[in-house]
């Protein structure tokens, strides 16, 4: 129960609560006089009053007995029960406080010695806890800088990259870089953590056999954190650098150039060549996308925005600033931008719009084979028959892609049973069989291992290779292992691709906004255009573009 301690006090009826009511209130306006002193008293009473009522109150309660009170009786301060009138002329009599009683008397010594005129003792008084004074802060030169550990490993990154300036020349329609020493820097991936150097480098890379990398990481060629020199035992943990120098041998591509379709001071829309990479990555460094344009445009940093297989072409985005990268990307994130691809497939597809669903899972990264299955990434790609060829057999096909997962045209066009005509992957009779791989035909196993062998001791041939679409010169030319060895590094090299390697028939045509703010379209590439062969059948050209309102119906079905 609180008390106010300015008001009337109860009726002195005998109850303990009268008594703790005197005792709360003198000892409260004692503390106050102690801390702020006479002038300061918080509208308390005096001192000299409060010493007249402790006294008053002392005698009107004193006890009649001096034995001493029981414990029980000591601390039952509960209301008695009463049968007096208010007057409290008769009843029964009260309980005598002498808990009370002590605590004013023990308290009496203190309050005696206190008048409005008289200064309080320093010793009554609290003290002052003093905090220590802060120190100066250092110049802002000197301020310690915080690094987190992904800063710090990306600086060590950034440290153990050397600058090259590649060799270009070209010779036989092709662009190619003469070999250079150079060092392969990249971190620990999730899926290598607690794996040996020499399972890495086996599983994930397949340029070179496996005695090289065995004496390239006994020699030391291979590195853990620009320092450690590894063995072939030794496991790789999260966040290691893993470094790698050799004498590399890039392939050459097409000496086509790149094309430019819109260009400001932010953005760059071109017409990528096919057979050329965007990213470095694998076997191709300065033969991709970014490297060629760094080195036809001096001081040029490229930043993609988005990414096309290395064999398909057409149209990419590459900002000038990270400010117009992120716009750019962001758009690409959200779904507000529409995508039309052109693809040439095996056999007379479907003249109905067919919308793909089938979940799309990575079967080999170091392959760089994916298939349908039912716990892969949801894709969902429409597709529309422009035109026919009936002597060919082949079909020119509107590709629109809702989702953006790796091959996704190319794995949907074979689930379907159109593969890409002259696709390496998915239109191959020696991986795939006669099916070509048809709604998900053919074991994991026996596809990779059949896969694993194309363009080392056997020609990656697609289904025209067989259906006579091209010359017998051109048949002849193929990547392949010639059984000769580098010189200077001893690596296997190559013979160069054949010009049915270089590109597949897939070609990003038109990206456009939603909301119609801006387009960016490419003219169609030859192997699409009408009247390249005999028996042509249908229109290419007022077509491309008739499955907006089939596209816009599914996105609003999957915003549903």
């Known amino acids: ?138 110049p802002p030169g000197s301020w310690p800088k915080k690094v987190r550990p992904q800063q710090a490993q990306r600086s060590l990154m950034d440290e153990l990259r050397p600058v090259y300036k590649p060799t270009y020349y070209f010779e036989d329609g092709l662009r190619r870089v003469v070999p250079y020493h150079y060092t392969y820097n990249t971190f620990c991936k999730e899926r290598w953590r ?36 590894s063995t072939i035992d030794t496991t790789i943990k999260n966040g290691d650098i893993i470094s790698h120098t050799l004498h590399r041998h890039e392939p050459p591509v097409t000496d086509k150039p790149i094309g430019i379709v819109y260009e400001d001071d932010n953005l760059i829309c071109i017409n990528k060549p096919p057979g050329v990479p965007v990213h470095p990555a694998g076997r191709y460094n300065f033969n991709t996308v970014v490297e060629i344009m760094r080195s036809e445009r001096e001081g040029f940093s490229p930043l993609p925005c988005n990414r096309l297989d290395r064999l398909t072409s057409g149209l990419m985005f590459i900002a000038k600033t990270p400010s117009a990268a992120d716009a750019m990307m962001t758009q690409l994130r959200t779904r507000t931008i529409k995508k039309t691809y052109l693809a040439r497939v095996k056999g007379l597809f479907p003249p109905h719009e067919t919308l793909c669903t089938q979940p799309i899972l990575a ?109 017998g010169y051109e048949k002849g030319k193929a990547e392949k292992m010639t059984g000769a060895l580098c010189g200077e590094c001893e690596a296997p090299l190559y013979s160069d691709p054949g010009e049915h390697e270089l590109g597949i028939y897939l070609h990003a045509k038109r990206y456009e906004c939603v909301d119609g703010a801006w387009s960016y379209e490419t003219e169609a590439p030859e192997w699409a255009l009408l009247g390249e062969e005999s028996g042509v059948t249908g229109e290419l050209g007022e077509e491309v573009g008739v499955l907006r309102e089939l596209e816009e119906s599914v996105i609003v079905v999957e915003d549903a």
């Open 1 to 138: 129960m609180r008390i106010p301690l300015h008001t009337t006090p109860p009726s002195a009826s005998g109850t303990a609560a009268t008594t703790l009511f005197l005792t709360t209130r003198r000892i409260y306006s004692g503390i106050t006089t102690l801390l702020y002193g006479p002038s300061k008293e918080l509208h308390s009473p005096s001192s000299s009053a409060i010493m007249a009522s402790a006294a008053e109150s002392a005698a009107q309660y004193a006890p009649t007995t001096s034995a001493a009170p029981s414990p029980a009786a000591t601390l039952d301060c509960s209301p008695k029960p009463q049968t007096a009138e208010r007057d409290g002329t008769s009843g029964e009599a009260p309980l005598t406080p002498t808990l009370a009683e002590s605590i004013i008397e023990s308290e009496m010594p203190i309050f005696a010695t206190l008048s409005t005129s008289e200064t309080i003792s320093e010793d009554l008084l609290p003290t002052k806890q003093h905090k220590k004074p802060k120190k100066p802060p250092p």
């Open 363 to 471: 079967i080999s990264p170091k392959l760089g084979l994916n298939r349908v299955r039912a716990n892969g990434k949801s894709a969902r790609t429409v597709f529309r028959r422009l035109r026919y060829n009936k002597e060919k057999d082949y079909s020119i096909v509107e590709c629109l892609p809702l989702t953006g997962r790796t091959h996704q045209i190319r794995v949907h066009l074979q689930w379907l049973g159109h593969p890409i005509t002259n696709d390496p992957i998915y239109s191959n009779l020696r991986v795939w069989g006669i099916e070509l791989g048809k709604e998900g035909a053919g074991e994991d196993e026996d596809i990779i291992t059949r896969l694993s062998l194309m363009g080392k001791t056997e020609v990656a041939h697609a289904w025209d290779y067989y259906n006579d679409m091209m010359g």
């Open 194 to 229: 607690g794996k040996s150097l020499l399972e890495i480098f086996l599983t994930e890379f397949r340029d070179r056999p496996e005695e090289y990398y065995t004496k390239a990481i006994t020699n030391g060629a291979v590195t853990i954190n620009g320092k450690i020199r």
